[in-house]
């Protein structure tokens, strides 16, 4: 519920169901960095899986994957961007539904309050998953090579990163909630529901990172279904239980948001219990058995390139989350109300974004494979009918909601005032999501090669040097109404300096992530 994301403002697939608001970004950026990497990687390691001693193993127990270097490119585009279509839906439909529980029953208060604990969470989780995102490619790296024992160490370092980060930020949260909140000007009406909810929220992060690692393992050997059907297990399970402790139904005691935060903590424990449970009853090649308990250590190698490669994805995502909380801060000095508008305007917004992170997915995926087969025309052709689908999709999604502007956020909203500043926000903001869009098609494409620290270049200014100052001299000298103008600016300022990337950078010389010891160099 706070600022949305977006490729150079906020991102697509780790995977994993994160927390109504910020579980969508994370999932968003992650989809787009593993089909772009790893996906390269699988298609030119294809052949030594098939010719060393461990490839029959992975090639029985791994799906293969589809060949993209040929066939009609639109009807490639849209089979992919279809089932990411469906794994956004779902993961924004449960945050959408806990919104509504909040915001109708609770009240705008408490609706901000959510919004608040969310952003802060986005905030400290992005460096870690940016580090997460690096262990998935490594083990689609070595798994694409045939290094079947190099994957294993990779699970075991990075399962103990994992575990020790997450006991940090769990003490460290639950000491520091409150002054964290008081940090961010969290409207004092909000800061009771606010503080409930972060301290559960932190107390469930070691079994939210060790959920989303496991579904990292899976996804970085190739298994995308497994981790969709747990997700859709976790979110069936977050929306049944989000009444019962938010009330508190039958013997329960209403909890109100910390009851929201619950739920969630409890379907993702129950998810992973089961996901960790099907790893092992399938045998699956990277489970740690008793005999791998000597590779739960801090590997060295491992480490420096989890670092290395992680470091510029999590800054990335830190950007993204400190300029949301950068506005949420300032919509915060308007009062509750105004929050509580902003977190339901960018629910929507949420779901017009769906298109544009599907397409930029499979063009993602697309562009990979291409660039590792040397097909630059098909490069090219795939990114202008990315352009062209989301301009389609997203510009009749935006449509829609123009005109069901009301109704929409009276599915979040009770409150006259707060409902027509949502409205405001929605008629100057949502139109520019086609201009995030095709950044979103633009940025894949390059990070397709390998070219990483451009586009975290260029987020920084999208962000920091134009949509936050903007939005603090708009607010402040024109009012509450106008600061929302810097959203499409900060959207005009990510495509002109994508697309001069895209048609005059030297990304096509760019390096892919460097392979595993031994393995060769791939250009």
């Not at 069936?236 to 329960?252: A, E, S, T």
């Not at 092992?280 to 489970?287: D, I, T």
């Not at 451009?454 to 106008?482: M, S």
Request: some cysteine; aromatic content about 12%; charged content about 10%.
């Amino acid at each position: 519920m706070g600022e949305s994301p977006s490729v150079l403002e906020a991102w697509p697939d780790l995977s994993g169901t994160l927390f109504q608001r910020y579980n969508f970004r994370i999932k968003t950026f992650h989809d787009e960095i593993f089909t772009e990497t790893a996906g390269r990687e699988a298609l030119l390691g294809a052949c030594s899986v098939r010719n060393n001693g461990g490839g029959k193993l992975m090639a029985k127990e791994m799906p293969a994957k589809a060949n993209l270097t040929e066939g009609p490119i639109g009807r490639n585009l849209l089979l992919f961007a279809l089932p990411v279509l469906m794994g956004n839906v779902l993961q924004s439909l449960n945050g959408t539904i806990n919104s509504i529980w909040v915001g109708n029953y609770l009240g705008e208060s408490a609706f901000a309050a959510t919004s608040n604990a969310n952003n802060i969470m986005f905030f400290l989780l992005s460096l870690v998953f940016g580090i997460g995102m690096a262990s998935t490619i490594l083990i689609g790296q070595s798994v694409g090579a045939g290094d079947e024992a190099k994957a294993k160490r990779v699970v075991g370092t990075s399962a103990l990163f994992f575990t020790s980060l997450s006991i940090v930020i769990t003490a460290v949260g639950m000491l520091f909630s409150e002054a964290i909140l008081r940090g961010m000007s969290t409207p004092a009406d909000a800061m009771p529901y606010a503080a409930a909810y972060l301290r559960i929220i932190f107390l469930g992060v070691p079994f939210m990172f060790f959920y989303n690692f496991v579904m990292m393992i899976l996804r970085g050997a190739g298994d995308a279904k497994t981790p969709f059907y747990f997700l859709l297990l976790s979110t069936v399970l977050d929306i049944v239980l989000n009444p019962v402790f938010i009330f508190g139904l039958g013997p329960l005691p209403r909890m109100d948001t910390a009851g929201a935060a619950l739920a969630s903590v409890i379907a993702q424990l129950v998810a992973l219990v089961g996901l960790v449970w099907h790893l092992y009853r399938r045998k699956h090649f990277l489970r740690l058995t008793a005999a791998d308990r000597h590779l739960l250590r801090f590997d060295p190698q491992i480490v420096g390139a989890l670092v290395k490669k992680g470091i510029p994805m999590g800054l990335q995502m830190m950007i993204v989350s400190t300029s949301a909380i950068a506005i949420v801060q300032l919509v915060n000095s308007f009062g509750s109300v105004a929050t509580a508008a902003f977190g339901a305007a960018m629910q929507i917004s949420s779901y017009v974004q769906m298109p544009a992170m599907a397409i930029g997915g499979a063009v993602s995926t697309l562009a990979a494979q291409n660039v590792g087969a040397g097909k630059w025309d098909r490069v090219h052709k795939t990114t202008l009918l990315g352009i062209l689908f989301n301009f389609v999709m997203t510009g009749t999604l935006v449509g829609v909601i123009y005109l069901f502007n009301r109704q929409a956020l009276g599915l979040f909203l009770q409150d006259e005032a707060a409902i027509a500043i949502g409205m405001t926000i929605n008629h100057i903001t949502l139109w520019a999501f086609i201009l995030f869009g095709i950044t979103f098609v633009v940025s894949g494409v390059v990070r397709a090669t390998g070219a990483v620290m451009i586009p975290l270049l260029t987020t920084f200014l999208a962000l920091w040097c134009f949509r936050v100052p903007l939005a603090y001299y708009l607010g402040h000298a024109y009012g509450l109404d106008a600061l929302w103008w810097s959203f499409p600016v900060g959207f005009g300022v990510g495509i002109v300096l994508s697309s001069m990337y895209y048609l005059w950078g030297n990304w096509r010389q760019a390096k892919m992530l460097e392979p595993a010891a031994g393995a060769p160099a791939v250009e």
